[in-house]
Structures are given as structure tokens and as C-alpha cells.
């Protein structure tokens, strides 16, 4: 049916599956220099995860290819308007990793709220710190939650269980869907972090989301709970590096203006060990892990393999992204 090239990795029962359904499957990793000189010519189909980048350049360079797959949510190292230009359908599978990043969130939110990360180097260090790492709980604050989606939707039924109060900014969703959660919208971003102690990231990383939390927004922030106790601010980034402006963030926990931080997604990746965010006591970070799950691997194999397939065999996939292209005439 097609030649598939697999770089960043997939389930192997995906991959039994596009063999079982006919496809030539070959994995390997493929670096920026051989994408940009054309190594996936004569591939009908690609399947990535975050790795691989497939700039304007790279598709440019490549001939022949039809279906592009991204193995997650996000498809901010696809360069959609490319794709468009040589009619190459992009897929994704967004909804199987939702659970993995939403408890992820959650034990983020808790880690930084208990100091777990701390204590624990402490206790590595032969310290027993139990005066010292006095936390704050979740109950009775106020959660804000930047872009309202799925995932972020179910952050804040598990923060409402866990009695949280729920404040969101998303600017293309409708304000009837936050009530039905119980969610006050925002129209401005700003009045999120004048409101909430705890921020939450959930967009895409876009131009007008890079840099969107930085040092100004960061600075309102209110310190004090909505139960009046003074909890510190408190920042988690599970979405997309780049959103965050990790220096603003470094600077904003040397000055107390945040309690803790913790990312798990950074502006460069893999991230330099000596990274200064690294380094600071109340900062916590996990390697890009939000879809790292045996279930989610499990589902986001089963999700992508049958929208490629159904993609190369001229199907309509409900998770194609670029849709513009089949109004082409």
C-alpha cells in the first residue's frame, strides 16, 4: 500500500498494524540534515512524535510524500502552510494522551505545593528537613488555566474534586463551555494572573502564544489564596516550551515572586544541564514525559496508525488537521 518512515519511535503494535494492513514500514531516526537533503523521498508517509522537525525546507526538499502523522497532539514542528502547498495530508491523535498529561499536571501541581522534589534532594543529602518543608494545599485556591481544551477541561474537574477554584483564559472557545464546568473565563489574560496563585499552562505555542506567561504577567499574581492563605505563586508548564519565558521564570523564583515552577517542556530540548532553572532549589522539572504512559503509548499508536492508513488509502480522517486543502479544486 505505501513506504512508511517511523523516526521518533512508535508502539510496536502500530507498527505491526500498518504491516498487517499492507504498508512497508522502516524505522529510523533521520537527522536535520539528511530531512533537509531530501532523505524522505520516496516515503508515501511519515509518522513523528516531537523530534523530528518537518520545516518548510524539509517538505520542500521531499518528493512524493502524501500523508504526514504526528503521534500526539501537537503540531507545532510541522509546518502546516508547506504541507498545504504540495497537498500533503497532516494527521494527528489527540485524544490519547489527554489522561497521561492531566496527571501529570496534577502531580506537578502537587510536587511544587509540597516541596516533594525538595525533600527529597534533602533527604539524598542525609538532611531531615520536617520543620523546614512546610507546604500548602491546593484546597481553597485558585487554579488559572491558559487555553481550555481537553486537556485543561480535565485538569479542572480533578482540581475542583481536590477543591480548587477554577479560572480560565481561551480566547477561541465559547464562555457557555467554562460554566458548564464550573469555570469563571476570562476575556483578559492579565485579570488570570491578578486572580489565581496557581497557573496552569494548556495552549498551543504559536506567535502569539510565545512568551504569552512572562515577567510583567508573572508579577501580578496574588500570593495569597482565595482562602486568605499566603501560599506563594505557583507556576506548571506541561503544554509546549517556549510559552513560558524561562528566564522571567529563574528571575521570578530568585525574588520570591514565585514560590515554585515546574516544566515539563523547555524552550531548547534536550535542555542544557546548566540551565539556571536547574539549579534552583524550587524549581522541579520532568524531560518532556506529558505522553509517557504505556496506556497513552498504547493509544496514540492504535489512534495514528489507523489515521494513516485510512489517510493513504484516500479515506477522510476525522483528525486531519490541514482540511483546508480538500476545498482545493
Keep these: 500500500m505505501g513506504r512508511i518512515a517511523v523516526t521518533d519511535g512508535l508502539a510496536k503494535a502500530a507498527v505491526a498494524k500498518l504491516v498487517e494492513s499492507g504498508h512497508e514500514v522502516v524505522e529510523e531516526h533521520i537527522s536535520a540534515d539528511e530531512l533537509q537533503g531530501g532523505a524522505l523521498t520516496g516515503f ?14 524539509v517538505i520542500e526538499a521531499t518528493e512524493g510524500l502524501k500523508v504526514i502523522g504526528r503521534a500526539g497532539v501537537g503540531i507545532d514542528n510541522i509546518d502546516i502552510e508547506a504541507a498545504n502547498a504540495k ?15 492531566v496527571e501529570l499536571t496534577i502531580g506537578h501541581l502537587l510536587a511544587s505545593t509540597r516541596k516533594l522534589a525538595e ?29 481550555f ?55 498551543n505555542l504559536s506567535e502569539e502564544t510565545y512568551h504569552l506567561v512572562n515577567e510583567k504577567r508573572l508579577s501580578l499574581m496574588p500570593n495569597r489564596g482565595a482562602d486568605g492563605v499566603s501560599c506563594g505563586n505557583h507556576l506548571v508548564n506541561c503544554a509546549r516550551g517556549g510559552i513560558v519565558d524561562e528566564d522571567a521564570v529563574f528571575r521570578a523564583l530568585q525574588s520570591n515572586i514565585l514560590a515554585s ?56 480522517v476525522e483528525t486531519q488537521v490541514n482540511r483546508e486543502i480538500l476545498d482545493k479544486e
Design 44 to 57: 508515501d508517509a511519515i509518522i513523528v512524535r516531537s523530534a523530528t522537525k518537518l520545516t518548510a525546507s
Design 261 to 316: 515552577a515546574a516544566l515539563d517542556v523547555f524552550e531548547i530540548e534536550p535542555v542544557n544541564p546548566d540551565h539556571p532553572l536547574l539549579k534552583h532549589p524550587s524549581f522541579h522539572g520532568t524531560p518532556h514525559i506529558g505522553a509517557a504512559t504505556l496506556e497513552a503509548q498504547v493509544r496514540v499508536g492504535h489512534d495514528i496508525a489507523n489515521a494513516v492508513d485510512a489517510a493513504l488509502r484516500g479515506e477522510l
Design 149 to 203: 481544551g481537553r486537556i485543561a477541561q480535565k485538569v479542572a474537574k480533578v482540581a475542583k474534586v481536590l477543591g480548587m477554584e477554577i479560572h480560565a483564559y481561551d480566547p477561541y472557545l465559547p464562555g457557555k463551555v467554562g460554566l458548564k464546568l464550573g469555570a469563571r473565563m476570562h476575556d483578559d489574560i492579565d485579570d488570570l494572573f491578578r486572580m489565581c496563585t496557581h497557573i496552569s499552562v494548556h495552549c
Design 119 to 147: 525533600c527529597d534532594r534533602g533527604l539524598r543529602k542525609g538532611k531531615w528537613q520536617k520543620k523546614e518543608m512546610v507546604g500548602t494545599e491546593l484546597a481553597g485556591k485558585a487554579l488559572g488555566l491558559i487555553g
Design 87 to 101: 497537498d500533503i495530508v497532516v494527521v494527528n491523535a489527540p485524544l490519547a494522551s489527554t489522561q497521561s498529561v
